[in-house]
């Protein structure tokens, strides 16, 4: 989404277990009437909360609201989390770019890898997960906006990539994870979820069992009622649940 949109909505910070509540409780309200606008039943859409940035004291206030996995981008500051709030019943996503260095760190403690992009990354993930004597449920992240910023597989490269996964074992795929662009064009985002879906049910026509249950895991804080029109089982919601972010997105996806 552009900045000046990004700013117009004005996420405000939340911080007691009630605002947790409320939060989650009008973001759950979109994604259903979403879903029954498209004629989907709102079973079918997860919410992932991403508490990337946010310490840990409101993360335990988020958690009593109600959130039981949390999306992280980054590794360490994931790895950091889980440690600290190891009493908490939570299971974690990581959420962002991987590289192989990092693997063993996922492998220790995620439940699941939603950035799969590389054979790289999988070898890697799987050497260190059948070492732990754990499995990974994963994701296989694909760029559908075409920008040099996001990462993720070109469509292109996605059927040889999801061909050689069966040979690690560890990894469970549940399917496509991607960004769609920031822009307060609809058509244009709509296209981006539109190319994962098309790329889904391509996959699953030529073989189905080289996705899984077909998972789409797309749309966030500014698009996710777009994402569950256009077929999302998984929207990644930051800011709408914990507030605004500081920490500018280049952070995340340079460029
Ligand atoms: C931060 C992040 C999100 C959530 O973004 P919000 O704008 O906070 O909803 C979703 N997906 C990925 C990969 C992210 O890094």
Known sequence: MTESAEQSRQYTTAVAVEDFRRNIAAVQARIDAAARRAGR??????????????PEERIVNAVAAGCRRLGENKVQEAKRKHGALADLDVSWSVIG???????????????EFQALDSLRVAEALDRRLQAAGRGLDVYVQVNTSGEDSKYGLAPDELPALLRQLPNYSALRVRGLMSLAVFS??????????????????????????LLGDGGLSMGMSGDYE????EGSTCVRVGQAIFGARATPDSMYWPG
């Open 97 to 111: 770019h991987l590289q192989t260095n990092k693997a063993k760190d996922v492998a220790a403690f995620a439940d």
């Open 226 to 229: 777009l994402a569950v029109e």
């Open 41 to 54: 039943d709102p079973a079918q859409v997860q919410l992932l909360p991403v508490s990337k940035t946010v």
């Open 184 to 209: 307060d064009d609809t058509d244009r985002v709509r296209s981006c979820f539109r190319l994962l879906r098309d790329l889904r049910d391509r996959t699953r026509d030529a073989d189905p069992d």
